[in-house]
Structures are given as C-alpha cells and as structure tokens.
C-alpha cells in the first residue's frame, strides 16, 4: 500500500515533510501517526490507513512535496507487496536534508575535504560545533534544527513537551528565552583599574535580542497572504451591529449549555449562524473567481479562522451551514477548534470552504481588516462586542441605552462584487443578529 501525499485543502498543492515518527521496518498499527506535514494552512498529521511493515521511506524532512507523491510503502497483511517506489524528479524538491531517512550523497558530498578557511584556522569550531550538538537519532522537524544551529544550542539540555517527548519548536524558543541557552564568549578589553579603587566598573549590559527565523507555517502564510493581495483588489467595509437579542438567549440558556457542554456559548456561532442566513439572499459572497467567470456555489461551507497559541492559524471549515442551528455550529465549532490546537486536523476537515470568517473579538479589537482565503471573494472580522450608550428610537421620542454592540468588517473582492452588494450583505447580516428568533436556534 503507498502512503500517498493527501490534499490538504482545495488551493493547496504541496506541502513539506516536518518530521517522520518512524523507520523502514517499523511495524504500525492502524491509525497510528506516521508523519507530520506542513502548508500554508496548518501542520496536519499523517496516519496509517491499515496495519502493517513500513518497507519503504521515498522523501526526507525537509522535502517539498506535491499533492500526489509517494511518501512511503507499507506492506500490508494480505496484499501483494507493492513494488520500490522511484520518485519523478519534479515530485520532490529537496530543501534540507535531515537525519532520519537515507539519501545518496551527491556527487559534492563525495570530493576530497577542502583546505580550512581563515576563519576556520582561527577557530577550529566553527562550522562543526552546532552539528556536533544534534544527535543523528534525534526526530527534530527542520524550524527546530535551523533554531538549534543557529543559537548554537546543546539540544539535550531542551526539555520537549511533544508527542512522546518529541522537541517542538516552543520548546527550543521556550528555553532560549529562559535565559538557559548558553551565550557566545565576546572578546573585551578589560577596564583600567586605579589603584585605590575599591567600586568595580559596571559592567556594560549585553544585548539579549534573539533572531526567530520563520517556520514553514509562517512562510507559506505569509506566501500566501501576499499572493492573494496582489491577486484580488480589497475593499474593507465595516457595520455596527447590537447584540441585545443574541444575549437574552446566550444569558436566559448559558449556564445550563455550560453544565451540559462544558463550556460558554460564544457569539460566534450566532453570527455563524447569520453569515449563513444572509448568504442565502446574497448567493454571490458564496463564491470563487474562476479566470474571468464567478462559481457560485451551492453549499455554504464557512471556514473558521482557529488560532494556534501564537503559533499560526488554520482555517477549519464548518460543512453545510444552511441547514445548521446556532446550536449545532457551536459544537462543531468548538469540535474542530479542539482538534486544531492538538494538530489532529484531517484533510478533509479544511476542505470545501465558500466563505471564511476570523474572530478576533476575545482580544477586545475594535475593527480587523483581514485578507480573503483565496479563491474566495469575501471573509468576515468579528471584532470585539461591549456595553456601549446607544440611542434608542420610540414613539415617545429618543432615549439613551446601554447595549452590546460590536463592529462586522468584510473584505471583499472587487472583480467580483461591488460596495452596494456588499453593503447591503453587511446590513442583511445584522438585521438577522439584532432581530431573528434566536431562542429557536439554541
């Protein structure tokens, strides 16, 4: 059976190689992990799809490769043994090698060493030092080798916190910001002493900034967001928008949903929940720029924007929202939030998305500017909802209120859709926040 390079999202096409958890020979029971790879989107666990030997490892960490290739063999109970896998040259891109699986040296490796530089004869250790300190053994993904040469790390002082004590990068920040890691010697001239001196000379504090070199995760994203900036002109449109129907539900419901769920209903889900309503009426913010024609899709499919602890952000998606409750879309919400910051991720869990939505509001930001999940055509900031003094319109006249009120801000594709659409997408949304039944949705 060929363990195959999974598509990890409909505009993701590769995707690299972080770590192997394990080696040619190795016998694997069903579902158990067998690498991590890395995309723009998220770092996505891949699992056995049966039991079985490993026979064959085809691509090393480090490795970019395309939605398709070949990663492994694995033989299989039962199955005709598969024959050697040998990689297409454009399949595999080779970015860094790393210990863990075999390569041919190349035809450099091979030529006789050359004569020591300079500054190699001045100090010998300079290019061997920063290797010596990584065992060949150790399973490091490519942002944790790149941070241990570069600060000149002793990797086994590092305490790792991953799976089955596996060092993360967190865990190589964590320590040199812990002030453990050791410091390179500075050459200094010693201060001149006078001889009745008794007070020593300050000595002159070092600068303790560190350089953290972008992960895989961050540069795709960054990749990413450049491309789609340059590729759809942004617009950014922005409604006020009170909360006071959703909080009677979320205050009269709130306390028995915690008890029975084990945790708060957000507002994230009623806006959800509106995005999805209000698409219904406006079907063209559920749609993708194909060349110079709009698809408009018929599934609402609204991807979640879930932070990872500082660390990057993935785009679950929540499939089917038409036909979804408030009730509903908070559970799966909150289902693949879990998996997302345990990186238990499927494929299929970031496919399909139509519309996106990224919720700042549990920072308290006032409004978000976010860049469009390419290739849709719109996205959705939630920002931060508080008590504010609004007036209040009446038959008796104009009074002053305190109600929950926060700001909606889309960003929208001009090639698709114009300000009024978009405008009156925004206004549709809120008049299902401030005005729909919510209490039959919970």
């Known amino acids: 059976m060929n363990i195959l390079m999974p598509q990890l999202g409909e505009t993701v096409n590769e995707g690299t190689i972080a770590v192997w958890h394990v080696k040619v020979g190795d016998t694997v029971e069903k579902d158990q992990p067998l690498l991590d790879v890395e995309t723009d989107k998220a770092a996505v666990e891949i699992t056995a799809q ?18 398709g290739t ?20 454009s399949a595999v891109v080779t970015k860094e090698p790393s210990a863990g699986v075999t390569k041919e040296p190349s035809a450099a490796a091979t030529k006789e060493p050359s004569a020591p530089t300079k500054q190699e004869q001045t100090n010998p250790e300079t290019a061997s030092a920063p290797e010596a300190k990584i065992d060949a053994n150790l399973r490091l993904s490519p942002a944790v080798r790149r941070l241990v040469r570069q600060h000149d790390l002793n990797i086994s002082s590092v305490q790792g916190t991953g799976k089955k004590g596996r060092i993360t990068r967190q865990d190589v920040l964590a320590f040199i910001d812990s002030g453990a890691a050791s410091q390179p010697a500075l050459a200094a001239t010693p201060a001149p002493i006078t001889p009745n001196s008794s007070t020593p000379m300050p000595t002159p504090a070092m600068d303790s900034r560190s350089v953290i070199p972008f992960d895989k995760i961050r540069k795709l994203t960054a990749d990413h967001m450049v491309m789609s900036k340059q590729t759809s002109p942004h617009v950014l449109q922005a409604i006020e928008v009170e909360y006071t129907a959703v909080d009677l539900v979320r205050k009269s419901v709130g306390p028995a949903w915690k008890a029975a769920n084990g945790y708060s209903l957000t507002y994230l889900p009623f806006i959800t929940r509106a995005i999805a309503l209000a698409i219904t009426e406006f079907p063209k913010m559920n749609a993708s720029v194909e060349g110079d024609s709009l698809r408009v899709h018929s599934l609402i499919n609204l991807g979640i924007a879930v932070d990872l602890n500082f660390e990057g952000l993935v785009v679950p998606v929540v499939k089917d929202c038409r036909s979804k409750k408030v009730s509903q879309i908070a559970q799966e919400i909150r289902a693949l939030s879990i998996k997302a910051r345990e990186r238990k991720l499927s494929p299929d869990d970031f496919a399909g998305g139509t519309y996106t939505i990224s919720n700042s509001g549990p920072f308290g930001t006032h409004i978000t500017a976010p860049v469009i999940n390419q290739p849709q055509v719109g996205i959705m ?3 931060g909802i508080k008590k504010r003094p609004v007036v209040v319109e009446s038959e008796l006249g104009d009074t002053i209120a305190i109600r929950p009120v926060g700001i909606l801000a889309q960003s929208f594709d001009h090639r698709a859709i114009d300000g009024a659409y978009s405008a009156a997408f925004l206004n549709c949304v809120r ?3 401030e005005n729909h039944d919510w209490a039959s949705e919970v």
């Open 50 to 67: 049966d039991a079985g030997v490993i026979t064959q490892i085809t691509v090393s960490e480090g490795d970019e490769v395309d939605v």
């Open 70 to 89: 070949i990663l492994a063999v694995l033989d299989v109970a039962g199955e005709e043994p598969s024959a050697a896998v040998t990689q297409e040259p």
């Open 381 to 383: 900031s939630t920002d």
């Open 431 to 433: 008049g299902i926040l």
